[in-house]
């Protein structure tokens, strides 16, 4: 059970820095990707971001 405030779909040991990690890696091949690809790779990146902003209380 997870505790009253705490993001449900992000385990409170879980290492914020590894999602956005992988979701900037997935911008590495951008340029060889169709443009209509690149708004889909962009907001997973602002979501990594923002969980891990989101979590900076937890540090």
Known sequence: MSEPGAEPDVPQDADPLAGVAEAVRALDDLDQRPVAEHVERFDAVH???T???S???RV
């Open 55 to 57: 979590s900076i209380d």
């Open 47 to 49: 979501t990594e971001l």
């Open 51 to 53: 969980v891990a902003l």
